[in-house]
C-alpha cells in the first residue's frame, strides 16, 4: 500500500470536483477548491473520519468494496480506478469479468435526473446505483450480496418478490426478456465468464429459466411500455429508455411519464412518498 500516492490521488480528484458534477447543491461559498472531505465520504458511504485518515496518509488498508465505491464517488475513468487500486494495495478487479466499475459518463447524467425514476444497471442486470425515486418505486437494491445481486436470479429464484413489482399479465414477457438480455451478455462474455457462471446457477435452480433458455432468445432491449406496481400508488403506467456505453457493458434506465397524465401524477406522489411506502 503506497499511502502517500493513495493520499494525494485522493486529494487531487476530490479538489478537480465541483458539488454540481456529482449532483450535490452548491451552498454557501467556499474556502477551498472541489468537494469537501465529508462530501466524499457520504457519496462513498463511508464516514467522514475514514475518509479524513486516508487522505492523511494513516488508517487501515481500504477493502476491495471500498476502493469502489470512492471510484464511484470520485467518478473515475477505468485507468483511474486501476490506479487507485494499485496505489492502495490490491489488484484492479478485471474488466472483462463483469462491469461493477459505474461509467462517469452514466453517472454525470444519473446526477441530473431528481424527478424522475432512475438508475444504472450492468450487462448481468446488476443494479450498480439508483437515485431516490428509483429507489421509492423499485426498493432499495443497494444492499444485495453475492449472486442476489443480479436482477435474473431474484426473478428466477425468488419470484414471490421480485415479480411484485410488475402486473400478472405481464410477468411472463418479462421472463422472456430477462433471458434473452442475459444471453446477450453470455454470448459476449463467454461461458467461462460472470455471465456463464450465472447461467450454470439459474439452470440448476429455476426449471422456468432452464426452459427460456432452450429457446435461445436473443435480445436486448433499448425502449419499453411498462406498467410498474407501486404498494401504495399501484399501477404505474411508465416509458422506458436505456441509454448504453459505447461498449454495452451498462445502461442507464430511465422511467419516465407524459405529461399530464396520470402516471406523471403518480410520479409526483412518489416523489413525495420517497422509500415510506417500504417501511
Known sequence: MDRSS???FLRRRREELQPSDVGLASGARRRAPGL???????LANM????????????????????LASLARALRLSGD????????????PPDRLSGASHVAPALLRVLDRLDD???????????????????????????GYTGIERFESYRWFVHPETERSHYPEDDRQRQSRAQVASLRVAYGAMGAASQAGELVRTLLR?????????????VATRFEDHKTLVHPELGPIELDCQVLFTEDQSQCLLVLTAPPRTEGAEKL????????????
Do not use: C, K
Open 6 to 8: 493513495l493520499a494525494d
Open 36 to 42: 469537501r472531505r465529508e462530501e466524499v465520504a457520504q
Open 205 to 217: 435452480e429455476s426449471q422456468e429459466f432452464a426452459e427460456l433458455w432452450e429457446r435461445h432468445e
Open 80 to 91: 483511474e480506478r486501476d490506479y487507485l487500486f494499485r496505489a492502495a494495495g490490491h489488484n
Open 47 to 66: 464516514s467522514a473520519d475514514y475518509y479524513t485518515r486516508l487522505e492523511q496518509q494513516r488508517g487501515p488498508q481500504p477493502s476491495e468494496q471500498m
Open 116 to 142: 424522475t425514476p432512475a438508475l444504472i444497471l450492468s450487462n448481468l442486470g446488476e443494479t450498480l446505483v439508483q437515485n431516490r425515486l428509483s429507489a421509492a418505486l423499485l426498493g432499495d437494491r443497494s
Open 268 to 279: 409526483a406522489l412518489l416523489g413525495v412518498l420517497g422509500t415510506q411506502a417500504f417501511s
